[in-house]
């Protein structure tokens, strides 16, 4: 080896020690290197992998070993560090250095890529610019730890690679993976993130296609089986240059005249592509100078990804740019990075009332074009309403700021509660001013060309008996008649409610149960010990009747071995949280009846009627048309798992296949990868046959692969459409002026000052202390925290079945009650606060302790609003001293 080799090695330490992982080459350390020196590399190894490196460099220097120079360039290449071995060969970094802009990019938009990659997947498509052992340590990682801390590893191993084209096959593989959330934020030159607008306003490329299926008309009313496969063949075509029919170009033609506008028009006809064509021809006749951004809204996660996909891939080929936001994953997302370099936003409107609220979008003005999906729901405190209350401050307030045009699209605005023609008109009239409207654009020249393809089923209706003996029933209601005395034998629960509690296994009775409940948080009697454990048990009475009544209502529509294991599960879950003598004696009860409950499903006498008129509609279904696709439409998430899994068990229908799509919730809904699952395997021709949906498959999401609706004691969102025409202004505008002085009373009233009265909060199901209204500070406007320590002596934990982060909360632990187990909110981290108790107000009710007796009272709606005290700030400051 040369001075001027060993001067290199030296001049260019820098690059090697970012780039060498030194015990990637392990053969030539046991060849050249001391077993110390080796120890003491990898050991520095384990803190951070630049001073091992920094450490072998220095151990390097040092050696005068003949040949030890060329056995080290040797195992460079050996071991894959081929662009580090050529620079060091040719004492040329230059390529090596042109690698620093693209690493410094992934570095600053690395929150967005580890939260929404799977970097197994990802690498699958890297096959040159990894080396195989940090392609093992990736996937290591990513089995242990989730596919977050394996992203980061991903990064780690990209920010220390010596290969010329790592980010340009890096951006491939995630362009290959679909992850547009990331690859919108690498564009072709990685040091710049900037929209291109000097060629957002080119012509469309003249080679663009794109396919698009239409779901055919359904009325919820819908319940038996139609062929139309033709119909569906008609309105699945390709669409070269979006080229409309003449019916969907009337629908457009008062929002490109500039009006607000209500699109509606009936399911199947292409409200969508509407909306493709609106938002293109928005873009491309910006004049010159003038930046345009479109937000198009969908109200629920499936619907999102449908219609975010459906943008991505006709924009694919032009100038314009897609990005998306949905679900947790936005808190980790550069949110004003993405809007500005992106021209289309698909979203959900709580996402955008979220980033408006804490800044990372700063107004309506950034945006020239707001679509509204299903755009009828903007009513009440619905995402989209709430929206529109603040654009219409904007627009009736005193500054003078540019506000974006508003489309709307649904096949039916509704008419509410009307009982009359002329309260219908007002509930349309007042949807128009919630949403700023001018205009309804409906069919009304091109009527014949909707309708050949617009395709309206044929309905039918069955009407089933029910079980002759229903000894299941008999048993469970002679259980829940036992519990209701044990219930009277410490206090009449007849007095805690004005209403009857109705028949067993009815909703009318869940009604009584929900009504008792909130009476007993609010009872007092002179021994408040006594008082404490009177309420106690009569929530536990009550919580074990409405399960009982769950499962009547189970059995009653499914099978009894589903009712069984739904209470099975429930005291199962009992048992393991540990239970009081109350608890104990109403679990004796069930083991006393549970064998015999089992043995009744086996009885064939049992069978549920409902069930076998089922089965007979799909096996002659599926007999005429073996390419059947179903949607088995469900009133509750546990009536659709039971009537899951009696298809999976029943042989003659397991060929379906059967999938469950559930809305997304706390505790029973789907996660957003299981709904996209269910809904990529029903729409594969070889995947399932049939979808057991709550109403989350009602509205929205386009099944054109479906051709049977079975509506299984299931009462939709039915609404008849009531076409209009033309502008109400001045009546909109009135509307709007009134709402908005209602809507500044009750700030004001909200925001005047409580009095500063001190409450104490008691658990509502047994009424021991929890915390002062005093304790109580405030996080962002939304979260609720007690400071005071001695509050942790009152309360237990539970791991979260889903720890996840939103804005700048971790969710970490479940909180208990530590005396009867009342879910009482969860622990969280806060910025450098850990496991911060953070309560909700329906769990606790108040007592006044100024007043004689102390008053109890209930938080009106359930909502930290409506506490009649008043609130601090958070501040850390308090935490500290504390």
Not at 22 to 48: C, N, R
Not at 689 to 696: G, H, Q, R
């Amino acid at each position: 080896m040369s001075e001027t080799d060993k001067h290199n090695l030296r001049a260019y330490g820098l690059y090697i020690t970012h780039i060498l992982r030194p015990t990637y080459i392990h053969g030539f350390l046991a060849s050249f290197l001391t077993p110390v020196d080796i120890q003491q590399i990898e050991s520095l190894e384990s803190q951070s992998v630049i001073k091992s490196a920094e450490r072998f460099l220095d151990i390097l220097l040092t050696l005068d070993e003949k040949g030890w120079y060329q056995a080290f360039l040797d195992e460079l290449g050996a071991r894959g560090y081929t662009g580090l071995k050529t620079a060091i060969e040719t004492a040329d970094f230059t390529e090596i250095d042109k690698l620093d802009e693209p690493k410094k990019l992934l570095e600053r938009i690395s929150p967005t890529i580890v939260s929404n990659i799977n970097p197994c997947e990802v690498m699958i498509h890297m096959p040159t610019c990894l080396l195989g052992r940090q392609c093992e340590e990736i996937r290591q990682v990513t089995e242990r730890a989730g596919s977050t801390a394996g992203a980061m590893k991903l990064l780690e191993c990209l920010q220390s690679s010596d290969k010329v084209n790592f980010f340009k096959e890096f951006k491939l593989a995630l362009e290959e993976c679909n992850y547009n959330a990331v690859t919108s934020l690498l564009t072709s030159d990685p040091g710049d993130v900037k929209t291109n607008w000097e060629n957002s306003s080119s012509s469309m490329s003249q080679d663009v296609e794109m396919h698009y299926s239409e779901e055919p008309e359904r009325l919820d009313t819908c319940s038996a089986a139609v062929n139309n496969t033709k119909k569906l063949q008609q309105n699945s075509v390709t669409v070269k240059n979006l080229q409309l029919r003449n019916y969907q170009i009337e629908l457009a033609e008062p929002v490109l005249a500039g009006d607000n506008t209500l699109i509606c028009a009936p399911t199947g006809c292409g409200k969508t592509i509407v909306a493709l064509h609106i938002t293109e021809s928005h873009l491309k006749e910006a004049p010159e100078g003038e930046k345009r951004k479109v937000v198009f809204m969908a109200t629920t996660v499936p619907v999102y990804e449908q219609q975010y996909d459906l943008f991505v891939k006709h924009f694919k080929k032009t100038s314009f740019k897609v990005c998306g936001f949905c679900g947790d994953k936005v808190d980790s997302s550069p949110v004003e990075m993405l809007v500005e370099a992106n021209d289309i936003i698909v979203l959900t409107p709580q996402i955008l009332l979220n980033c408006l609220k804490d800044g990372r979008i700063a107004s309506f003005s950034l945006f020239t074009l707001l679509i509204f999906d299903e755009c009828h729901k903007a009513t009440k405190n619905h995402p989209y309403n709430v929206l529109m209350k603040k654009y219409l401050d904007i627009k009736l307030g005193t500054r003078t700021i540019i506000l974006p045009q508003i489309v709307g699209l649904t096949a039916s605005l509704g008419v509410g509660d009307a009982c009359s023609v002329n309260e219908a008109m007002n509930y349309i009239v007042q949807i128009c001013a919630n949403l700023n409207a001018e205009a309804i654009s409906t069919v009304q020249k091109y009527v014949e060309e909707l309708e050949k393809y617009v395709f309206v089923s044929a309905k039918h209706t069955r009407e089933t008996g029910k079980r002759t003996k229903d000894p299941f029933a008999d048993i469970i209601s002679g259980m829940m008649a036992q519990v209701e005395e044990m219930a009277k034998n410490i206090y009449n629960i007849d007095d805690l409610s004005q209403t009857q509690n109705g028949s067993y296994g009815t909703q009318s009775y869940e009604q009584w149960i929900i009504e008792v409940q909130k009476k007993c948080k609010v009872l007092q009697m002179p021994d408040v010990e006594q008082e404490r454990m009177i309420c106690r048990a009569l929530f536990t009475y009550t919580e074990y009747l409405r399960k009982f009544n769950d499962a009547l209502i189970i059995n009653a529509d499914a099978r009894t071995k589903d009712a069984v294991g739904y209470l099975k599960e429930f005291f199962d879950n009992v048992k393991r949280g540990g239970y009081d003598k109350t608890e104990q004696m109403l679990a004796a009860l069930f083991e006393d009846k549970k064998e015999q409950l089992e043995q009744i499903d086996a009885d064939p006498a049992n069978e549920n009627p409902k069930l076998s008129e089922v089965k007979s509609i799909l096996k002659e279904e599926y007999e005429n048309n073996p390419k059947t696709k179903t949607i088995l439409f469900v009133q509750t998430r546990a009536l659709a798992d039971a009537l899951r899994k009696w298809l999976q068990d029943c042989q003659a229908l397991t060929f379906l296949q059967p999938e469950m799509l559930l809305g997304r919730s706390k505790n029973t809904g789907m996660t957003l990868p299981s709904q996209k699952k269910a809904l990529t395997s029903f729409k594969d021709d070889s995947g399932s046959k049939i979808l057991v949906a709550t109403s989350v498959a009602d509205e929205g999401i386009d099944i054109a692969q479906c051709n049977l609706v079975l509506l299984y004691e299931y009462v939709g969102n039915v609404i008849k459409m009531i076409q209009t025409r033309g502008k109400v202004i001045d009546v909109i505008n009135t509307i709007q002026v009134n709402d908005k002085k209602m809507r500044e009373w009750t700030v004001r009233t909200s925001s005047a000052d409580k009095p500063d009265v001190s409450y104490q909060l008691l658990c509502g199901k047994c009424k021991l202390y929890a915390c002062n209204s005093n304790d109580i500070r405030v996080i962002e406007d939304c979260h609720h925290t007690v400071i005071d320590n001695s509050f942790k002596e009152r309360y237990s934990t539970k791991p979260h079945k889903k720890p996840i982060v939103f804005n700048n909360i971790q969710k970490r632990q479940k909180l208990h009650c530590k005396e009867c187990n009342h879910d009482w909110g969860i622990t969280a981290n806060y910025k450098v606060f850990n496991d911060i108790p953070v309560i909700k107000i329906e769990s606790f009710i108040l007592m006044n302790v100024a007043t004689p007796g102390g008053k109890r009272v209930q938080t009106p709606g359930g909502k930290w609003k409506n506490v009649p005290f008043p609130i601090k700030l958070f501040d850390g400051a308090e935490v500290g001293n504390e």
